[in-house]
């Protein structure tokens, strides 16, 4: 695992009631998601000597410094987890800047004799315009573990070398996040440990180097049995920037505690139905909430709005009677394939706005319709028949 050092730049700040102090001190009905952005920054160098003795002989040496930045979009955690099965987006072309010098050995037949020709390199970068970056969240992690283990891989392509005047065969060039490794332990991979405190908070900067399979001497790109040195290294510096987040259950009762609005006995004995001191609870006139008539959760409802689509989330209204959770499932029309999938939950007595955040593929698809319609799928967690809708899209 790569050598860390973590800096907590900034702290993100909430009002004590609603928003916890981490993510490991939410009561077990607490669900809080915090969206981040993740700017990486890669440099490192490479320099090499090869002195080719037989066959077509010459030599080279040559060093260079490479760079490349690259963004990670859409990264959400919930309760100080991943929650996205990963994250990737494209890189950008890196930056390579160096220079070298080459030698090649020719015949002269005149003379019989050798002579040698001098050439100068000039170090590039092969830009891969495939090129991507990306975060997936280790397998096999306890639930019940206080760190979240992040594996990157910082780019997957990055060929670089160097081009020379003479004796290019000599030259090397190689994809420098090629080591003979599988993911996370290739040329350009590293490996973050955070801990749920750290994924609460606004601003995370975090530090990483190459481990020893990814650096000389254990490693050099294009070594072989003509190099006489070759070294090469390289660092990143990884800023997790709090986009927004949300939190939900914050309306819901705690386990043990009892909503006197609900029928059914309530502690200390008091009649179905009352309030905390055995007195009967009355409706106002005018409507509001009305006395449960079951013990079970009522199918939930929608509101009129339709389902609107703001920046990178769907949103529509929904409502239970009594109160009520439920998933709900966005699809396209005549599609079962989900474009997003949100657990909810519903107050009682009113509607309340659900928020369901699309992935990027999911928005590149709505936005080359923009009158399609949205199924609706929503399932009472506690039982209850479910509610399906087809509701038109509303920018």
């Avoid at 891969?128 to 019940?144: E, I, N």
């Avoid at 050099?220 to 927004?244: G, I, N």
């Avoid at 609005?261 to 009967?280: F, H, K, N, W």
């Avoid at 967690?381 to 899209?393: I, N």
Wanted: proline fraction near 8%.
């Amino acid at each position: 695992m790569p050598s860390l050092r973590l800096l907590i730049a900034a702290a993100a700040l909430a009002a004590a009631a609603l928003m916890p102090s981490s993510a490991s001190a939410l009561p077990p009905h607490i669900i809080y998601e915090a969206e981040y952005r993740i700017d990486i920054h890669v440099t490192g160098s490479w320099s090499i000597s090869r002195a080719v003795t037989q066959g077509n002989k010459g030599a080279f040496e040559g060093e260079m410094n490479f760079s490349f930045d690259t963004t990670l979009t859409d990264v959400v955690f919930r309760n100080g987890r991943l929650l996205n099965t990963q994250a990737m987006d494209r890189a950008e072309p890196p930056t390579v800047t160096g220079t070298g010098v080459s030698e090649e050995v020719r015949w002269d037949p005149e003379h019989n004799r050798e002579y040698t020709v001098d050439g100068t390199c000039d170090a590039r970068g092969f830009p891969d315009t495939s090129a991507y970056s990306l975060l997936k969240r280790r397998d096999g992690q306890s639930p019940d573990s206080p760190n979240e283990i992040l594996e990157f891989r910082l780019i997957d392509s990055l060929p670089a070398g160097w081009v020379c005047t003479v004796g290019n065969e000599f030259a090397a060039g190689w994809n420098l996040a090629f080591n003979d490794h599988s993911f996370p332990n290739a040329g350009l991979d590293t490996v973050l440990t955070l801990t749920k405190e750290e994924l609460s908070m606004g601003k995370i900067v975090a530090f990483a180097r190459a481990t020893p399979s990814q650096r000389s001497p254990g490693w050099c790109p294009y070594r072989d049995t003509w190099t006489r040195q070759c070294e090469f290294d390289w660092s990143a510096r990884l800023e997790f920037t709090k986009v927004r987040d949300w939190q939900y259950g914050i309306e819901q009762l705690p386990p043990g505690m009892h909503d006197p609005r609900e029928a059914g006995p309530v502690p200390g004995g008091a009649a179905p139905g009352a309030g905390s001191a055995g007195m009967p609870r009355t409706t106002p006139s005018g409507g509001g909430d009305r006395p449960a008539t079951g013990t079970g959760t009522a199918a939930p409802s929608f509101g009129t709005g339709g389902v609107r689509l703001r920046g990178r989330e769907l949103r529509f209204v929904a409502g239970c009677q009594t109160g009520c959770k439920g998933v709900a499932v966005i699809t396209r029309p005549r599609s079962r394939r989900p474009l997003a999938r949100v657990r909810f939950a519903v107050p009682a007595g009113r509607p309340r706005e659900v928020r369901v955040r699309l992935p990027a593929k999911a928005r590149r698809a709505l936005a080359r319709t923009r009158r399609a319609k949205v199924k609706l799928t929503l399932t009472p967690v506690r039982g209850g028949k479910a509610v399906s809708k087809t509701l038109a899209l509303r920018p």
